[in-house]
């Protein structure tokens, strides 16, 4: 049986905190596209293909053409922003994409205007912005951007929306009481409880007008039972944490492979350069605390040291990024390995991804909100852990571990893509070929 999923009719309203360099790249690339002046390089549901039945049974449709997703034709663009700029200045200044690409999507991008943002400088301490919603509590503050999405659905014309965290990373801070219920939560908003953070509010705000949520930054947002126990109440599925761009997305396939073949490793030491507004934020201790702790719990789940003592117990793991402007968007991550194989004898790999973090962070964007999109319209509610294949920090059920091989991730994500349409899971056993 498969599952009734609503057609994606009319237009997908995508709203973002954070109108920055990875939200712009996102939006200025999905117009290039419908223009024909580029190709979603990097989007599972733009060019992925899903195997169906049997490897004899030659059945591989495109993904997009397997399950009802919305157009790119379909999609509205929006955010809130502490900067006043708008979508073309925006992508202008953070310089990921070339001017005459830009000057191409122009008029798309100008109308693209920021919303007051709800900001918090004890949360987010090296950038500041005059675009801030000032007046009343938090509570208020989370009527109000109720009231901007109801807004921005209404002027654009808008069927359903989904809201993606692309804002800066925020300080660490562990969950507390006013996270534990919703009702706890709510007294906190009236009050202005210190401990909750901005990305939360917007998380409730979303949660609460029935409107799919993703955390694309490893704070602590919508993982939190207030808020996870609201989605589910709700009937809005969410996901995060934490965009799978560059040096994590490295550990995730190479990590695999040395526990494949039961190789050891006894050091991963990993540092990067960058220089956007992500690299000046993570300048601050308390920003940096929060994504290292996603960056390195990645190796430990997926070597299993407690599994495998011999090979990865002693395992010294060590993550630095560093600021540096000349860089720009354009991140280099640096990575040395040291392995051991047969008797104990070592070798080393050495990684230097140069890569550009908003160029691999956008087709995640687009593939998220899709597939939030088609959860929300198959009746899926609360987490969804079949996409985990686009996060760090893999939101999970209360006491089961993530998984981040990004191998099963994958085959995750499409055996959920199989049984939302009614065929079989490929298991990859392969004995029916031999019978």
Same mark, same amino acid.
């Given at each position: 049986?498969?599952?009734?999923?609503?057609?994606?009719?009319? @237009?997908?309203?995508?709203?973002?905190?954070?109108?920055? %360099?990875?939200?712009?790249?996102?939006?200025?690339?999905? #117009?290039?596209?419908?223009?024909?002046?580029?190709?979603?390089?990097?989007?599972?549901?733009?060019?992925?293909?899903?195997?169906?039945?049997?490897?004899?049974?030659?059945?591989?449709?495109?993904?997009?053409?397997?399950?009802?997703?919305?157009?790119?034709?379909? !999609?509205?663009?929006?955010?809130?922003?502490?900067?006043? &700029?708008?979508?073309?200045?925006?992508?202008?200044? %953070?310089?990921?994409?070339?001017?005459?690409?830009?000057?191409?999507? *122009?008029?798309?991008?100008?109308?693209?205007?920021?919303?007051?943002?709800?900001? &918090?400088?004890? $949360?987010?301490?090296?950038?500041?912005?005059?675009?801030?919603?000032?007046?009343?509590?938090?509570? #208020?503050?989370?009527?109000?951007?109720? +009231?901007?999405? %109801?807004?921005?659905?209404?002027?654009?014309?808008?069927?359903?929306?989904?809201?993606?965290?692309?804002?800066?990373? #925020?300080?660490?801070? /562990?969950?507390? *009481?006013?996270?534990?219920?919703?009702?706890? =939560?709510?007294?906190?908003?009236? /009050?202005?409880?210190?401990?909750?953070?901005?990305?939360?509010?917007?998380?409730?705000?979303?949660?609460?007008?029935?409107?799919?949520?993703?955390?694309?930054?490893?704070?602590?947002?919508? &993982?939190?039972? %207030?808020?996870?126990? !609201?989605?589910? &109440?709700?009937?809005?599925?969410?996901?995060? @944490?934490?965009? /799978?761009?560059?040096?994590?997305?490295?550990?995730?396939?190479?990590?695999?492979?040395? *526990?494949?073949?039961? !190789?050891?490793?006894?050091?991963?030491?990993?540092?990067?350069?960058?220089?956007?507004?992500?690299? +000046?934020?993570?300048?601050?201790?308390?920003? =940096?605390?929060? *994504?290292?702790?996603? /960056?390195?719990?990645?190796?430990?789940?997926?070597?299993?040291?407690?599994?495998?003592?011999?090979?990865?117990?002693?395992?010294?793991?060590?993550?630095?990024?560093?600021?540096?402007?000349?860089?720009?968007? +354009?991140?280099?991550?640096?990575?040395?390995?040291?392995?051991?194989?047969?008797?104990?004898?070592?070798?080393?790999?050495?990684?230097?991804?140069?890569?550009?973090?908003?160029?691999?962070?956008?087709?995640?964007?687009?593939?998220?909100?899709?597939?939030?999109?088609?959860?929300?319209?198959?009746?899926?509610?609360?987490?969804?852990?079949?996409?985990? =294949?686009? =996060?760090?920090?893999?939101?999970?059920?209360?006491?089961?571990?993530?998984?981040?091989?990004?191998?099963?991730?994958?085959?995750?994500?499409?055996?959920?893509?199989?049984?939302?349409?009614?065929?079989?899971?490929?298991?990859?056993?392969?004995? +029916? $070929? $031999?019978?």
């Amino acid at each position: 049986m498969s599952l009734k999923i609503a057609p994606a009719k009319g @237009k997908l309203g995508i709203l973002t905190p954070g109108m920055g %360099a990875v939200s712009t790249t996102f939006m200025a690339g999905v #117009e290039a596209v419908k223009k024909g002046f580029g190709e979603p390089v990097g989007s599972l549901t733009q060019l992925g293909t899903i195997r169906l039945g049997k490897r004899t049974d030659n059945r591989t449709p495109r993904i997009q053409d397997f399950v009802p997703l919305a157009s790119l034709n379909q !999609l509205v663009f929006g955010g809130w922003d502490i900067y006043e &700029d708008n979508a073309y200045e925006s992508a202008d200044n %953070a310089k990921v994409l070339q001017p005459a690409l830009l000057e191409k999507v *122009k008029p798309s991008l100008r109308k693209i205007k920021p919303m007051k943002a709800v900001f &918090d400088k004890r $949360y987010v301490k090296r950038i500041d912005g005059p675009n801030v919603k000032t007046k009343g509590s938090l509570a #208020e503050k989370a009527e109000a951007l109720m +009231e901007d999405m %109801a807004t921005f659905k209404k002027t654009n014309g808008c069927d359903r929306l989904v809201v993606i965290w692309c804002g800066s990373t #925020e300080v660490h801070h /562990k969950p507390a *009481k006013v996270h534990q219920t919703l009702q706890a =939560f709510e007294k906190g908003l009236a /009050k202005n409880d210190p401990d909750i953070a901005p990305s939360q509010v917007y998380a409730y705000a979303a949660l609460k007008a029935g409107v799919p949520f993703a955390n694309g930054a490893p704070n602590l947002t919508h &993982d939190i039972p %207030a808020l996870l126990g !609201l989605a589910r &109440d709700n009937n809005v599925p969410v996901c995060g @944490k934490d965009f /799978k761009t560059g040096q994590t997305y490295m550990k995730t396939l190479l990590a695999p492979g040395l *526990k494949a073949r039961m !190789l050891g490793c006894s050091g991963w030491f990993s540092t990067n350069i960058l220089g956007n507004r992500d690299g +000046e934020v993570l300048e601050d201790p308390g920003s =940096f605390k929060t *994504k290292e702790e996603t /960056k390195l719990s990645v190796l430990d789940q997926i070597l299993q040291p407690n599994l495998y003592p011999q090979l990865y117990k002693d395992l010294y793991h060590s993550v630095k990024i560093n600021y540096y402007p000349p860089r720009g968007d +354009e991140k280099e991550g640096w990575d040395n390995i040291d392995i051991f194989g047969w008797l104990g004898y070592p070798m080393q790999i050495k990684i230097d991804f140069l890569c550009r973090d908003s160029i691999l962070a956008a087709p995640i964007v687009l593939d998220l909100v899709l597939f939030l999109d088609l959860a929300q319209r198959a009746g899926m509610k609360g987490i969804q852990e079949w996409l985990s =294949f686009y =996060f760090k920090a893999p939101m999970t059920a209360p006491g089961l571990y993530p998984e981040h091989d990004i191998f099963i991730q994958l085959m995750k994500l499409k055996n959920t893509l199989r049984w939302m349409r009614g065929e079989d899971l490929i298991t990859h056993l392969g004995l +029916e $070929y $031999y019978d």
